[in-house]
């Protein structure tokens, strides 16, 4: 299985990038996708999650210091999960990771996730 983040860059505050995380190796419709992001010298935390082909009716996770701001999504015909980023602050600035578990819901918590990718990094200059 992997995991191939890329998207990553410098911005100055106040604008967007978009993250992408292609997956292989793995049946990527009945996985549920996350993105977390690690600061130096922090925890990785969560940003966002999406569930499976089996979340109906369901809605994607964030965490308040995003929300309104990202937007996650999916397309699993190209086996991607996506992380739209608006408004970006200075303390958005960490590695943002994708990570994958099977299951139809996501979840917050990184050690439910079986797949990580490697991480790219974004840099939010004021």
């Known amino acids: 299985v992997q995991l191939q983040a890329s998207g990553g860059g410098l911005v100055q505050a106040g604008g967007s990038l978009t993250l992408s995380c292609a997956a292989s190796?793995?049946?990527?419709?009945?996985?549920?996708m996350a993105w977390f992001r690690q600061a130096p010298g922090k925890e990785r935390e969560f940003v966002a999650a999406?569930?499976?082909?089996?979340?109906?009716?369901?809605?994607?996770e964030y965490p308040d210091s995003v929300k309104d701001r990202f937007t996650i999504s999916r397309d699993n015909r190209e086996n991607t999960v996506y992380l739209q980023m608006n408004s970006l602050k200075p303390e958005d600035t960490a590695v943002y990771y994708c990570?994958?578990?099977?299951?139809?819901?996501?979840?917050?918590?990184?050690?439910?996730?079986?797949?990580w990718g490697q991480g790219t990094l974004v840099t939010v200059s004021s």
């Open positions: 990570a994958a578990r099977r299951s139809v819901v996501g979840g917050t918590e990184k050690e439910r996730y079986t797949y």
């Open positions: 190796g793995l049946t990527f419709s009945v996985y549920a």
């Open positions: 999406i569930g499976s082909v089996g979340w109906i009716n369901g809605v994607p």
